[in-house]
């Protein structure tokens, strides 16, 4: 299994402003993955990261309020630009346990946001 | 589409007694499964999966699922629930085609003591 940290674990922003969470895995992997989950509701997919390519987002996503970057095969971050309230949410990154897109996932402990 | 339903909102159950936490599914393909855990203020937690192979599948903590492909489910199961697996229960799945999640809505377990 793969060991997934996050940073920061929690922020309180205000609106309008950005904010960049970072994901850091313990080894190298070719699929991440950023998932929004919004208070007391399930996990909602917003991109795929794969290391030297544009990140795939799902719809209803938009890179220009999403930005990804994925330097290296052990880490990545996601930026929540422009925020509002409606953005508060606690955003997960995972990576898949096979290297093939088809095992597991692993799942980092989530960044819990807050939009006032 | 690929769909994965929850029926239960909240599952309350006494300790020692056994149970279940029911997920259906819709896929276009090979189905691959999955559950998952969450404790307060902590990420998921892989349980077990159903990728191909027995019905019956093992997983951590003494949980285990049974895949029915009649009737498109796979439910989570204990013989004996404990007050510390009080938790947020998520079933997904995967189409064998890709390699998208689609989560349910998720489950909330109780476990009375």
């Known amino acids: 299994s793969a060991v997934i940290s996050q940073k920061p674990s929690r922020d309180i922003c205000q609106r309008g402003t950005s904010l960049t969470i970072q994901c850091q895995v313990d080894?190298?992997?070719?699929?991440m993955f950023w998932y929004r989950q919004q208070p007391g509701q399930s996990l909602t997919l917003i991109a795929t990261a794969n290391q030297g390519s544009e990140a795939t987002y799902e719809s209803g996503f938009v890179i220009d309020k999403f930005p990804i970057s994925r330097p290296n095969l052990t880490f990545s971050t996601l930026t929540v630009s422009n925020m509002s309230p409606e953005d508060s949410s606690i955003y997960l990154c995972?990576?898949?346990?096979?290297?093939?897109?088809?095992?597991?996932?692993?799942f980092g402990p989530g960044t819990r946001l807050t939009v006032l | 589409a690929q769909s994965v339903a929850q029926p239960e909102d909240q599952v309350n159950v006494a300790e020692g007694n056994p149970l279940t936490v029911k997920c259906t599914y819709s896929?276009?393909?090979?189905?691959?499964l999955f559950w998952y855990v969450q404790y307060p203020n902590r990420g998921l937690q892989f349980l077990l999966k159903y990728i191909t192979g027995d019905n019956l599948v093992k997983g951590s903590y003494g949980f285990e699922a049974e895949f029915n492909k009649s009737q498109t489910s796979f439910h989570l199961k204990k013989p004996s629930a404990l007050v510390s697996d009080s938790a947020l229960y998520f079933c997904?799945?995967?189409?064998?085609?890709?390699?998208?999640?689609?989560f349910g809505t998720g489950t909330r377990l109780k476990v009375l003591a």
């Open positions: 995972s990576v898949d346990g096979s290297g093939q897109g088809v095992g597991e996932q692993f």
């Open positions: 080894s190298q992997v070719t699929m």
């Open positions: 896929v276009s393909g090979n189905p691959y």
């Open positions: 997904a799945v995967r189409d064998g085609g890709t390699y998208k999640y689609i």
